[in-house]
Nanobody, 125 residues
Framework: VQLQASGGGVVQPGGSLRLSCAVS????????IGWFRQAPGKERLGLIC??????????YTTDSVKGRFTISRDSAKKTVYLQMNSLKPEDTAVYFC?????????????????WGQGTLVTVSS
């Protein structure tokens, strides 16, 4: 099981960015997938996750990004996306995608077993 996040970069406040999480070793809709971020000196936080198709494909979003971030997946491309709009300087962080071996959709990073390498997002003017 491998995940690889990409798409980070520098964006101005109010701008948008789409991150990609390419998965291998499993079908993208068979597992829950979560997006997390970690700012320097801070703990890793759960942002948004989508449950497996078998569990209904439910989406859970943390309040700080609700209405700005969305998650989607493309089974054919084996990729999960994080669309980020109305970005703020406080969104600056390294962003990770992850999957839990237990397949539980949760915001708790401790329950995730497989992690991508992270991609840096910097929101600055």
């Amino acid at each position: 099981v491998q995940l690889q996040a990409s798409g980070g970069g520098v964006v101005q406040p109010g701008g948008s960015l789409r991150l990609s999480c390419a998965v291998s070793g499993f079908a993208v809709d068979e597992y829950s997938i979560g997006w997390f971020r970690q700012a320097p000196g801070k703990e890793r936080l759960g942002l948004i996750c989508i449950s497996s198709s078998g569990s209904g494909g439910d989406i859970y979003t943390t309040d700080s990004v609700k209405g700005r971030f969305t998650i989607s997946r493309d089974s054919a491309k084996k990729t999960v996306y994080l669309q980020m709009n109305s970005l703020k300087p406080e969104d600056t962080a390294v962003y990770f995608c992850a999957a839990p071996a237990g397949n539980k959709a949760t915001m708790n990073p401790g329950e995730y077993d497989y992690w991508g390498q992270g991609t840096l997002v910097t929101v600055s003017s």
